[in-house]
């Protein structure tokens, strides 16, 4: 029996668990920091240093909490803000320093491919897309087809957003720049979508809020609907408060407060491009892909971040 333990320190989500010899992934630890490794990076280009400690302190916790646990592979999987960032290749060679975890940065099909993995693991991928969120980049993967759009949370946050709560205007730049990189990004039109599956912290988060859940319980999460009206709505509540009262909206983790309405903003669009009138939140994501492919040695460790 294979303990395999997956970090992605973008947002420091952990997911440790056990796989049977005949392949049930069963999930042992979860935790979610919101370490926000990207702010900053759409203005300098550069990792801020600020952000580069925090996310080190929380992975270094979790590599002692994996050590603990007795893992017998771990890997921390870094995406679109260390890939982006010209001091990316650095950072990740601190994480290894630092922590004693391998790291590797994921090219845009590896991030895609394991994502992908990690939705339709318990469900038919026939006729779905599955779409991640993320800080600065947003994935689209279907079998046969995946794009990354440098749309992002935090990335159109800060590039949107300025005032607090955010005016009508920006809200309207931000979705406009979203619907552009959508309609550029080439999704093949006879692509058969018959459902959308969103996976990250704006999908989950949506459906805590809609559930009103005090207490975050995944069994719930997983595979809540999400309809149209019921995101319009939760973007024109969410959008309308400061900061300071959306950190205190039930279902809604105080941390990803200021990015949450960007996060429903793109979700709307993505939901607009395939003509579709809902989407299914998932937890199922690129940390249980990656947890999957570590068990079966699919992603073979590298001993140097890459």
Same mark, same amino acid.
């Given at each position: ?15 440790? #668990? ?24 759409? =203005? ?31 890997? !921390? ?25 391998? #790291?590797?940065?994921?090219? @845009? ?5 394991l994502t992908f $993995?990690? =939705?339709?693991?318990?469900?038919? $991928?026939? @006729? ?5 969120? @993320? ?19 935090? &990335? ?40 959308l599956v969103a996976?990250?912290?704006? =999908?989950?988060?949506?459906? $805590? ?10 069994? &719930? ?6 309809? &149209?009206?019921?995101?319009? =709505? ?43 009138? !809902? ?23 590298? @001993?140097?971040?890459?």
């Amino acid at each position: 029996m294979i303990q395999p333990a997956a970090i992605a320190p973008s947002t420091c989500a952990t997911t440790y #668990g056990s796989t049977s010899p005949a392949g049930k992934l069963t999930e042992r630890v979860r935790r979610s920091v919101v370490t926000r490794l990207g702010d900053g990076l759409e =203005a300098g280009g550069r990792l801020r240093p600020d952000a580069r400690e925090r996310v080190l302190g929380v992975v270094e916790d979790y590599a002692a909490t994996i050590a603990q646990e007795g893992a017998e592979r771990a890997l !921390a999987v870094m995406t679109s803000a260390v890939r982006d960032a010209a001091d990316g290749r650095g950072f990740a060679a601190e994480l290894r320093d630092r922590t004693g975890l391998d #790291g590797r940065i994921l090219s @845009g099909d590896e991030e895609a491919g394991l994502t992908f $993995a990690g =939705a339709t693991a318990a469900r038919s $991928a026939e @006729g779905l897309v599955v779409v991640d969120i @993320g800080g600065g980049s947003t994935e689209l993967v279907a079998a046969g087809f995946h794009t990354s759009l440098q749309v992002g949370v935090v &990335r159109h946050g800060e590039r949107h957003l300025h005032d607090d709560p955010p005016a009508a205007a920006q809200l309207a730049a931000l979705a406009a720049d979203v619907r552009a990189a959508l309609e550029a990004a080439a999704v093949p039109p006879a692509l058969p979508v018959r459902e959308l599956v969103a996976v990250a912290g704006t =999908a989950t988060s949506c459906a $805590a809020i809609d559930l009103e859940l005090e207490v975050y319980d995944t069994t &719930r999460i997983e595979g809540h609907v999400l309809g &149209r009206p019921v995101l319009e =709505a939760l973007r024109d509540r969410l959008a309308a408060m400061p900061l300071a009262e959306r950190r205190a909206v039930a279902g809604l983790h105080p941390d990803r407060a200021p990015v949450i309405v960007p996060g429903i903003l793109i979700l709307l669009e993505v939901l607009a491009a395939f003509g579709l009138d !809902a989407v299914v939140a998932s937890d199922r994501d690129i940390l249980h892909g990656v947890a999957r492919a570590l068990a079966s040695a699919e992603i073979p460790r590298t @001993g140097e971040p890459n």
